[in-house]
């Protein structure tokens, strides 16, 4: 079974590649997702295709509109959400598909530094995992996925 992973959240740092490298180098069968993270693109889709906005607040209606499109179709069909929140910038789209993630009942894995713990404590305890690194993200999907704990091995295994 290939697992469905949405990898939402921060677009400042390469952490979604650092999980990709991961899954790949632990024989992971995960699809991978996420929303469009070229910044200027998501943030002109909805005038670029439907049609130039004076109005600034409707010009961002417009893209927000068509990248909810994207983002709730693959939350949807996600087995696990990941949702990374930087240190740079509030993600509040990040915590919206956190909370859409919540309602769906979807597993949900958040990311973030302890300086945010207090900010994002509801979202936190929405979550089945807490972490701060790729490293663990992709250590949690190994142990979920392959039932595997770098370190352990398995007594049926072992006793072979």
Excluded at 3 to 27: C, F, M, P, V
Excluded at 50 to 65: I, V
Excluded at 87 to 98: H, L, M, S, T, V
Excluded at 140 to 156: C, H, S
Aim: with cysteine; proline share 2%.
């Amino acid at each position: 079974m290939t697992w469905n992973i949405y990898l939402s959240g921060e677009i400042h740092t390469d952490w979604r590649e650092q999980i990709a490298a991961g899954a790949k180098s632990a024989g992971l069968d995960v699809a991978l997702t996420g929303p469009v993270t070229h910044h200027e693109a998501s943030d002109d889709c909805g005038v670029a295709i439907l049609g130039s906005e004076p109005n600034k607040f409707w010009h961002d209606h417009k893209g927000a509109q068509i990248n909810a499109i994207r983002t709730r179709s693959l939350i949807e069909d996600a087995d696990i959400v990941v949702v990374r929140f930087g240190e740079k910038y509030k993600q509040w789209n990040a915590a919206f598909d956190a909370g859409y993630a919540a309602a769906l009942g979807k597993p949900i894995i958040i990311m973030h530094q302890d300086d945010h713990a207090h900010a994002l404590k509801e979202v936190d305890a929405a979550a089945l995992a807490v972490t701060k690194t790729p490293e663990q993200v992709v250590a949690i999907l190994a142990y979920v996925i392959e039932g595997k704990l770098a370190g352990y091995t398995d007594r049926a295994q072992a006793a072979e």
